[in-house]
């Protein structure tokens, strides 16, 4: 009994997921060039990039800030660490739609690391699983040929049985296999402790609470600080 209830909640869950609405300068009075501020890694600001879908996006929150990827910010600057967080959710969004708008979004600012939550909604779909795997490398491949030296990181996620015990598993060991061909970090996954808990979704039953944005900023956390 208890294997159908998580696996009925981690299928509301998924479907939820879909629901949601989507200096250098010169002297102008000499030809010698202003002198270059020093690079100092410890002070220089560096991007980190969210890109997925509504969990990213913080659906059915009161305030942004109370999203996962703002929960992160706050973190960061509780230490003084140089790095600022770009929340670029769209709910709704599928492999095929991240792959679509990615170009678009590599060209607003540089990024230093990319953390990568989409899949969940081709779940949902029955989208062909090879095509899944070939959306999320296709992202993977326009972040690096953009910037080289990104450091990237891979948000995990599941579906349940209901289209096959197969398609479930395959599905779920897409993201730590391109995680490893990557050299990704892996977040297992991004909702443990939150999925199919009530007291930490909304009133629909899906879409993680403040509190449960908390905890989800905790799994990512965990993962992230490994490469800060």
């Given at each position: 009994?208890?294997?159908?209830?998580?696996?009925?909640?981690?299928?509301?869950?998924?479907?939820?997921?879909?629901?949601?609405?989507?200096?250098?300068?010169?002297?102008?009075?000499?030809?010698?060039?202003?002198?270059?501020?020093?690079?100092?890694?410890?002070?220089?600001?560096?991007?980190?990039?969210?890109?997925?879908?509504?969990?990213?996006?913080?659906?059915?929150?009161?305030?942004?800030?109370?999203?996962?990827?703002?929960?992160?910010?706050?973190?960061?600057?509780?230490?003084?660490?140089?790095?600022?967080?770009?929340?670029?959710?769209?709910?709704?969004?599928?492999?095929?739609?991240?792959?679509?708008?990615?170009?678009?979004?590599?060209?607003?600012?540089?990024?230093?690391?990319?953390?990568?939550?989409?899949?969940?909604?081709?779940?949902?779909?029955?989208?062909?699983?090879?095509?899944?795997?070939?959306?999320?490398?296709?992202?993977?491949?326009?972040?690096?040929?953009?910037?080289?030296?990104?450091?990237?990181?891979?948000?995990?996620?599941?579906?349940?049985?209901?289209?096959?015990?197969?398609?479930?598993?395959?599905?779920?060991?897409?993201?730590?296999?391109?995680?490893?061909?990557?050299?990704?970090?892996?977040?297992?996954?991004l909702l443990k402790g939150v999925g199919g808990e009530a007291?930490?979704?909304?009133?629909d039953g899906i879409h993680p609470t403040a509190e449960g944005?908390?905890?989800?900023?905790?799994?990512?956390?965990?993962?992230?600080?490994?490469?800060?």
């Open positions: 009994m208890k294997k159908i209830v998580g696996a009925l909640s981690i299928l509301c869950i998924v479907f939820f997921l879909s629901c949601g609405n989507n200096d250098q300068r010169r002297d102008t009075k000499s030809n010698t060039p202003q002198q270059k501020t020093p690079y100092d890694p410890k002070t220089t600001i560096k991007n980190i990039l969210f890109f997925g879908n509504s969990l990213t996006a913080g659906y059915g929150l009161d305030e942004p800030g109370q999203a996962f990827p703002a929960l992160i910010q706050q973190k960061i600057d509780s230490l003084k660490m140089p790095y600022r967080v770009i929340n670029g959710g769209n709910s709704g969004e599928t492999t095929s739609g991240g792959l679509g708008r990615i170009d678009f979004i590599l060209k607003q600012q540089p990024i230093d690391i990319f953390v990568l939550e989409l899949g969940a909604n081709d779940g949902l779909r029955g989208v062909p699983l090879d095509q899944t795997r070939k959306n999320l490398q296709g992202i993977i491949d326009k972040v690096k040929a953009k910037h080289p030296n990104v450091k990237l990181v891979m948000a995990g996620m599941q579906v349940p049985p209901n289209m096959g015990q197969d398609y479930a598993t395959t599905f779920r060991n897409i993201f730590p296999e391109l995680a490893k061909k990557n050299n990704m970090i892996l977040i297992p996954f007291k930490y979704n909304q009133r944005h908390g905890i989800v900023a905790e799994n990512v956390w965990n993962e992230l600080k490994k490469i800060l």
